[in-house]
């Protein structure tokens, strides 16, 4: 959740609060290279990851969020959401983006995610 | 007088050979030895446990200087022979000993081969052969710091186990790409170098190491691809040669070690040679197993006997503690040969053999290693395994049963024949996969293979090939489990919901003893079923455990759109429902616009985000969600029945409303398809439902548990009703049976199937009471149910569901 040190002198953005997002589910952001998905786990942790199974595409944010892990709902994959890895039998990877979270409040940069699509 | 014997070195093999010897003849000779080292003989193959701390040298001792003395035996100390001079038949030692000879043992045994590479003389560099060997490592070791062991094979590792346990910061550097490989297969060389890795030992594997760094000492080793590793010790055991140059200096035959017959003897009649020094047919062996079988075949020609060597099959054990490994035999493949292979991922076994013409031709077994020595002495005897061939691999304890039954159908199919239609799987890759994968289970192959994984209608041929490929050791659990978080399945899930009151999913978890915090993608939505139908009004339906569809009230597709089905009663529709839906399509630009086979009318395409908008437009016209993303009840397909067909019997259209009508909004296990034909012409297709209702003229005929999906089967008939009041009860009443008894994702035909006819119509036909009873509480349970979904929605029910949560434009920097 708190990943402040890996990113560098950046602007923190705030897209919302923790209770925008329901408990064991995810919002999405827009953005101009595609959306991500904001999750929020049974212990209120936030992560977000890219909006998209690297399987057949499917929404990640639609999925059933278990543990700290979501399955898609297209195929049923199902992602680490720290690290954005597939679990199980299957092999595959979405990007993950550092989140920070202040009082309930929910920080990204915007500058790593227009590099989503690089 | 006694005959003059004089051996050259004091290994393993002149021990083994002199115990024969003075069995058979004692007093017969009279034995001298030149030891080169300033000891008696002791254990080599104890060597690892001196280095790793765990014996001492007095422990290994074979044969103390009270043997030498009691049997006569001068044994030379520190003194290694330099000189044979045949033709006075003597040897001359370093220290100038000089011994006469009738029969000549040379002994000298192998020497660690040191690849010339810059730095190779440095302080610092040592090789794992001897005692002094193990002396000076242990005094290294005192010091601390980092080794490198040049080669992974049997010498390198145990060293590198043994400099480990002593504190030593350990990496061992192999050329090839996995430990031992002439010994092991990859995949138990992969297993090896796991566990070393495990104990903290770095394995760097296809490692070429150009040089010894340093100036007065080691300091470290250059690999060629510029990677220098610090090191304080380097231990290199790449490999052995025979010690052979006293032979040759001698002018005996010598090729790479000292050549003898099948009598151990050299081309000087008067000179044997024996153990790691020796070539025999070609072979010069490096295991303690040879030499033995040679030392006994040499004490009989001594004495006079006949005995020949016929060369040895090798097995291997690493004496490293905590790992387990044999290998024996030539485990190459080849297309003439065959193998068995077992694994066991969690305990961490690997076994497998090579056979050709149903002969066990090598063995490699890691992790458990009780069989080795049967599977060699089968090997070395070589047995005829067809007898054993299914229960082979299980090792001995699990031979004289009566042999599997290989399950003659599936063992039959060829490799290509194609076991999972939805998947494309074939039975290869599942074979495959449960070998390679060490599956051992269901949820196993449908994880890896995906068989089974979409309709499960082949589930039953999987598990045949899992026990085809398995054999004893497939046990499929007598209840399936839920999910990998519960033991339970989902018949004692539902008993336990009731039983013990438990109202939450939370609550379930934590009172059946979930073995995961908050469930799987499998066992929430199941839960979360099983909650709504056995406590209507009480449990709060937790959307989050919902599949995305039941969720959202549409179906996603492919491309993460959705589409959208407005209910139409019994198949009826009319001009201004079909007028909205038009203007729906055109307003949303909806771009697809389909008739089902449920007798609806399927939008196609509609983004997310528009959902809301599009139902309350469809709301507005009076229409209400068809519910085609549910696990509840669907259609009730119609015929147009009396009111217009001229065989119409009953109004199959007015029932079909009716029922619609009374049971929409209804969760069930899995979903729910009923039809209603106005006489056995069967238009609606009833036949082939859920429940299916086929209109006569002495009334109805109810009929259930058909599919014509993945399944194709007919309707069984459960009753018949003279009125539609008691067609809807019966029906209603058997909707509910089903809703209390399915498992999730279970549909009627396979829920009937499992539970038999004969139960459910006990329940629904012959038991009036019962009946009613199932019928109250389905009512009961629809006074919360019939809400309409999208209504709520519209409403602003889940708005987070239907928007983003934020927007990001292009360049934020303008702002």
Known sequence: ?118 | MAEKLVIIGNGMAPGRMLEELFDAAPGRFDVTIFNAEPRVNYNRLMLSPVLSGEKTYEEIITHGDDWYEANNVTLHKSSPVTLIDRDARTVLSTNGIVAHYDHLVIATGSSPFVPPMPGHQLPGVVTYRDLDDVDKMVAACERGGKAVVLGGGLLGLEAAAGLRMRGMDVTVLHLAPTLMERQLDPAAGYLLEKAFVERGITVITRANTKEVLGTDKVEGVLLDDGTIIPADLMVMAVGIRPSSGLAKAAGIAVNRGIVVDDQMRTDDPAIYALGECAEHRGMCYGLVAPLYEQGQILAKTLIGHEASYQGSVTSTKLKVTGIDLFSAGDFGEGEDREEIVLRDATAGVYKRLVLKDDKIIGAVLYGETGDGPWFFDMLRRQTDTRQMRETLIFGQAYQGGSPLDPMAAVAALPDEAEICGCNGVCKGKITAAITSKSLTNLDGVRAHTKASASCGSCTGLVEQLLHATLGDAYNPAAVQPMCGCTEYGHDDVRRMIIAKNLKSIPQVMQELEWKTSCGCAKCRPALNYYLVADWPGEYEDDGQSRFINERVHANIQKDGTYSVVPRMWGGMTNPSELRAIADVADKFKIPAVKVTGGQRIDLLGVKKEDLPGVWADLNAAGMVSGAAYAKGLRTVKTCVGSDWCRFGTQDSTGLGIRLEKFMWGAWTPAKLKLAVSGCPRNCAEATCKDIGVVCVDSGYDIHFAGAAGLDIKGTEVLCHADTEDEALEIIVALTQLYREQGRYLERIYKWAKRVGSPSIKANIVEDLTKRRHYYDRFVYSQTFAQVDPWEERVNGKDAHEFAAMAEFGLPMAAE
Not at chain 1, 27 to 51: H, L, M, S, W, Y
Not at chain 1, 64 to 76: D, M, R, W, Y
Request: glycine share 8%; hydrophobic share 40%; proline share 7%.
């Open chain 1, 1 to 118: 959740m708190h990943q402040t040190n890996t990113v560098p002198q950046t602007e923190w953005v705030e897209i919302g609060t923790v209770d925008a997002i329901p408990r064991r589910g995810a919002r999405c952001i827009n953005t101009p290279t595609g959306k991500i998905a904001v999750f929020r786990t049974q212990e209120d942790q936030i992560f977000a990851i890219e909006n998209r199974c690297p399987h057949k595409n499917g929404p990640l944010s639609e999925g059933i969020v278990h543990g700290a892990s979501v399955t898609c709902p297209l195929h049923n994959w199902v992602f680490d959401l720290q690290t954005g890895k597939a679990l199980g039998a299957d092999e595959g990877q979405v990007r993950t983006y550092p989140i920070d979270v202040i009082d309930g409040r929910i920080f990204i940069v915007p500058d790593l995610m227009m590099a989503a699509a690089e």
